[in-house]
């Protein structure tokens, strides 16, 4: 798919300006993602809410594997990866 600036990299985040890992969803893709994993915690925090304790600690395990594939997707689909960015490096003016 064409993102804005015309490439087509099949990155569905982009990359953070300043420091590690994804910025803001770019496609379809990434905001049915973002969007997938939100619905997915509030749907499963407010079953785990009127439950006992023992579904709670499970809830709270599922949330934290979810978060974790979350973070897989996200950083095989972000334009050039995740790594550490200092911002634009030509845009400083002293």
């Known amino acids: 798919m064409m ?13 953070k300006r300043f420091g ?4 803001l969803p770019i496609t379809r893709q ?3 993602v973002l969007l997938g994993f939100t619905a ?3 749907g499963i925090e407010a079953v785990a809410g009127r439950s006992g304790r023992g579904m709670f600690v499970a ?8 978060t974790g ?3 897989v997707v996200t950083a095989r689909h972000t334009r050039g ?3 550490w ?3 634009d490096k030509g845009t400083r003016k002293d």
């Open 69 to 71: 594939v979350l973070f």
């Open 30 to 32: 990434g905001w049915f």
């Open 3 to 15: 993102t804005q600036d015309g490439n087509d990299d099949g990155a569905w985040f982009a990359p």
């Open 20 to 23: 590690y890992g994804s910025g």
């Open 81 to 83: 990866g995740w790594k």
């Open 40 to 42: 997915a915690v509030i």
């Open 59 to 66: 809830a709270q395990v599922i949330v934290v594997l979810l």
């Open 85 to 87: 960015r200092w911002g």
